[in-house]
């Protein structure tokens, strides 16, 4: 069995990490493959325990890239422990006085083959002891896979278009504004900057710079009464056939085609099926990639949903009501070249409340940082839409 | 052969042993576990001992200010000389901390990482960091919204940590969840009930193994659960609070003892005090367990019904805040309303009582402190207090301070 390269990176780093800290990495090596061997419900605690424990006896400041490498395509859980160690390693050396590895640290931080959060964990610890740090390194990190690190880069330079505009130098604001939208994944970033370009006169379409998705098929409503739509298979699961009529909860029903304007691409299934509760609905798009890619299905609903992509499901959520935010749940799965079919299941249950009426979606697909990935039919962006005085794209 | 001491040497001996013995029980953390979890050691929210000041302000009265890296709903606790909090940060709320710092001088004295593995969405208004930690005198078990499990010892130093909604990706609720750990005998509850994968668990507090696990009704609760039963171990049960019920269990094997199916609150929780438990449901509802058998209701009062703070009961009399921010106190044998005053502001966190002082810091910052009078018939504010920022925590309260904690600082609010 072949071992995928990020785990090969950190059995490479381990061994060289720290330069004379060959030999004491050879010690930390056992300890690490505790750590990294952690699971599911308490699974490898006792011995993570213990391991912990040694590797605090004998690890020190040189051998933290070494610790930090294991996190490569290590478990969440086994992310933490190694976090942990990290953070007590580096806490104890510079609470004695001792200067961190700033080097090897930065070398670990400018290989962006390791894993984005250690790699963070990296930089938090040479800004510590650096108060260089900052300045010398983030600049460099606007297009980072860490999301935390890309997100410092962007705000730097929103700061310097803030300050341009100020200034009066709209040419200067405007290319830095531009620049940090394209770089921004953050929601409170983009929005923040496309309202700044709308009052630069330069408004951002930003269902289009999220890819929300708009034109929609949609059927419904079958029965959710009781909640046992969330989990009854109706006929659109089985096989979606734009052409077919199905028996729903008042009657027959036929597929029908659904444009959304709104500003954060909601889809309102109120006003586009009528209102109902105890309903289920499905939503239907034919989604053409340009490749075949990791994609990532975003959905922000109040109700309960099931997402799937190419007949595979890729994510479900029986929840009513609890929050409605973007990008609120994540499919993770592979586009095909060319045609795909994504199919959503959105389930309203019969609450009385008022807060409780919302039978509704929002949903793009993107990368895993977050950037849209555009079906390559979509149409260019409509600036006309987000003028200054529009709502931009919320939640 | 074995040789036999005179008495008066093994008079010596043994007095010298139980010397030592003293001296080592009153220098382990757990003798000076002075608020170890949330609503302190008896979940009562009521403290003996020297009392706080009646005011203070940033330059009166504050023995120290600490920042914190992150915003949280959760109360500091105070374990020997350590005050635990916790917090959380990040544009998604995923980064969970767990800081300790020294109870005297308020100098950080270590600081741990985490990243969340489970849902950290949450209302604007609350946090990832919304349980409080608990102790049982010598490991922390820090508990967040994602359902994250993290036990620490007072140095720091990791023994264990659970995704539990790493091992049940359908728990969690992304409005947020609040309810706090505790911790009886080996075993640490953690009650994750929500809309998806809702259960209880208890782990092995050594090393984080689950012991049990029991479903729960598939709704959002955001209360507590509460150890209660009598004064030895043995006889202690864990009270757990749905919407739609309050139940009891076996701390060691998590089976169910009774039930009360009825509506309950589903934030504020219950309290146990002599063998009565003092339910948050229907107003509040006095509950007497019997063996083997379902419950006797000693009395309702649908009249006190709680708000997002919990009741706390001492002297037989019991103080609750509703979401107007009126302070009621109530005869604790039948319920009987004996005043009420409004305090100003929304209260998110539980009052505490030390003495015959209730302290009520509302969710704007402002500190309350009702002076109770001797006969308990009447309730009078005798000192009004600011402090910048967003309150949600109860506070804590150990050797005449109070511990409280904003969305950015913990002071410690003593006399000089």
Redesign the interface.
Known sequence: MHRRPKQMLWIVAWLVAGGSALAQSNDLAPSLDVLRNVG???AG??Q??AA??QL?SYADADQLPTILAAMDEAN??A???L???V??VA?KHVQNGGTLPTDALESFLEDKRHDP?ARRLAYEWIARTDPSAPDRLIPQMLDDPSI?LR?DAVARVIAEAEQAASDEQPAAALAAYRKALGAAR?L?QVKLVAEALAKLDQPVDLNHHFGFVENWRLVGPFSNVGGIGFDTAYPPEKRVDFSAEYTGSDGPLRWIEHHTDDPAGHVDLNKALGKHMGAVAYAAVEFHSARRQPAELRLGSPNAIKIWLNGQLLA?????H??N?MD?YVGRGELVEGRNLILLKICQNEQTEDWAQDWKFQFRVCDALGKAILDVNRAPPNVARNKPNDKPATE | MRQVKPLRNQRRSIVLALTALTIAWLATPSALADWPQFRGPQSNSVATGQQPPATWSESENIAWRADLPGRGPSSPIVVGDRVIVTSSS??KQNRLHVLCFDADSGKQL??????A?GRT???PSSANAAPTPASDGQLIFAFYSSN?L?CLDLE????????LA??FP?AG???GMSSSPIVIGNVVVAQVE???DSFVTG?DKQ????LWRIERP?E?SWASPVVAGGAKDQDAFVLLQSPSQLTAHDPVSGQLLWSYDESCDGISSSVSLDGVIYAASQGTTALRPKSGGPVDVLWNESRLKPGAASMLIADGRIYQINRAGVLSCAQATDGKILWRTRLEGEFWGTPILVGNRLYAISQDGKGQVVEISADGSEGKVIGTSQLEGTFQCSPAVADGALYVRSDNHLWKIAAP
């Open positions: 599911r419900e308490g605690n006792r993570a325990s912990w424990s605090m969440p859980l992310v933490n422990w976090r942990a160690a953070d007590a806490e959060r935390e997100r953050d409170d479900t959520a029986q929840a009513y609890a929050n935010v609120q | 990040g544009v270590w600081h741990r990482q985490f990243w593995t969405l949450s209302h994250d993290i720091g130093n990791l023994k264990w940590l659970r995704g790493y091992d359908h609720n992304d409005v929500c809309q998806g782990v090393t984080g193994e689950p598939h959002a």
